[in-house]
């Protein structure tokens, strides 16, 4: 049943899920929790528990790698099983005062395959009927082997999409590159056209009204510039990603307050064709800082982009696709953009009312190992991932705060740099 249940899981925290739910099946058990080793900082990381509802209940979630049963479990690689004595409600530790659950019996196995480290560890208490015993412990070993040859298969088989998807995004980065620096000579002919029309418009003194369509072309001439300035800019950075070089940002002191609006507001339009409004607290007066405008400019489009596919989550079917040819859609969940300077940080914040997501789900994608989870709005993931590499450049710190059922928040923030 283990074999045949977690070859077919396509979805990383379904696999962590199923992997518990067999396990306490296969030995009944009342339920537990199943750890994922993070060998540098030395830690087991909270994946998920049963029964479900416990979560908001522990008292702590991430262990270290050293730490009670568990911890003896992963480090001696393992199964470890212990029964504990009946005792008054006045002797209970926190663990169980928190969850209102005594424990009578627990076993903690680790998850790995034979001569391997282990890549985790999964931990059950109170078998419902009677103690765990041998055939309980010879069941979980079974079962943890199965399930770590499953999730390597799984981190295997995203490694080489990502991979591919990622060399696929360089040639084309590449391409496209090549494409828009050509359009640089069209736009050095354009401004000496331009120039040479203005001399002779002097000449012959033309209407105010001409005069005024020939001065409303230089501020485009300029948008277009800094556009193809952009896309050259961005096809060698995923150019670079690609092929594993270091970033090359180009930093200037200058204001970010301009970037931000500008970046989010170009995502405006597929905002309203998908039910949400995008509201802004841009502070203008925000000190200018050493930074790299494309790479702002790229965080925060990538930000608000994820934002509004997580709204979009929320919005009923009947609503979904009916606001392309409506002027004014109605509006049935909200991104905030906010740029804020304190204590000496830029804060970029943007903030979703969409799903929110587990602590352990926002620990994957600041680790720039997670694909999109969202059903209608799919994604390679690499979108985050690009986020944290663009604010390491500027020293700059990515956190998120989210709980299920309450929306998101993802905040980068960047020290401050005059200089």
């Keep these: 049943m283990a074999t045949r249940k977690l070859a077919s899981s396509g979805n990383f925290n379904l696999l962590m899920k199923d992997v518990l739910a067999i396990c306490v099946e296969a030995v009944g058990a009342s339920g537990g929790t199943i750890y994922l080793h993070d060998a540098a900082a030395c830690r087991l990381t909270f994946q998920h528990v049963l029964p479900e509802d416990v979560a908001d209940r522990l008292p702590v979630k991430d262990i270290p790698d050293d730490f009670g049963m568990a911890g003896a479990a992963f480090q001696n690689h393992s199964t470890v099983c212990r029964e504990f004595p009946e005792k ?162 180009n930093k200037k002191v200058a204001p970010m307050a301009t970037t931000i609006q500008t970046s989010a507001a170009y995502l405006a339009t597929d905002a309203r064709k998908h039910h949400v409004a995008l509201r802004f607290e841009i502070d203008e007066e925000a000190p200018a800082t050493l930074h790299d405008e494309l790479y702002i400019f790229r965080i925060v489009q990538n930000l608000v982009g994820n934002a509004i596919k997580a709204v ?84 700059g710190r990515v956190t998120i705060d989210s709980e299920l059922g309450s929306g998101s928040t993802f905040r980068v923030a960047i020290p401050h740099c005059g200089d």
């Excluded at 019996?105 to 419902?128: C, F, H, R, Y």
């Excluded at 995923?238 to 070089?245: E, F, H, P, Q, T």
């Excluded at 943007?350 to 926002?362: F, I, K, L, N, Q």
Aim: charged letters at 25%; glycine letters at 8%.
């Design 88 to 249: 008054p409600e006045s002797d209970w530790n926190s663990f169980e005062r928190a969850t209102g659950t005594p424990v009578r019996s627990m076993v903690a196995t680790p998850l790995m395959m034979e001569d391997e480290t282990p890549i985790g560890v999964v931990q059950l208490l109170n078998k419902t009927d009677g103690c765990f015993d041998e055939t309980d412990i010879a069941v979980l070993d079974i079962v943890a082997a199965v399930a770590t040859m499953a999730y390597m298969n799984y981190r295997l088989t995203e490694e080489s999409t990502r991979a591919s998807t990622l060399l696929g995004m360089g040639k084309v980065g590449h391409d496209i590159g090549n494409l828009a620096a050509s359009l640089y000579a069209t736009l050095s002919f354009s401004d000496m056209a331009m120039t040479g029309l203005k001399d002779e418009l002097q000449k012959q003194k033309p209407e105010p009204m001409v005069s005024m369509y020939v001065e409303t072309l230089d501020p485009m001439f300029d948008d277009l510039k800094m556009s193809v300035d952009r896309i050259v800019g961005y096809s060698r950075l995923i150019s670079d990603m690609s092929a594993g070089r270091a970033l090359r940002p």
């Design 312 to 395: 979009k989550e929320t919005v009923p079917d009947d609503w979904v696709g009916g606001a392309e040819d409506d002027d004014d859609p109605p509006v049935y969940g909200e991104v905030s953009v906010r740029y804020a300077f304190e204590n000496e940080q830029h804060l970029i914040e943007v903030s979703d009312t969409g799903p929110g997501m587990t602590r352990a789900t926002a620990e994957r994608i600041l680790s720039g190992n997670a694909r999109s989870q969202w059903d209608k709005g799919s994604g390679s993931g690499w979108g985050m991932k690009i986020v944290l590499e663009l604010a390491q450049t500027h020293d």
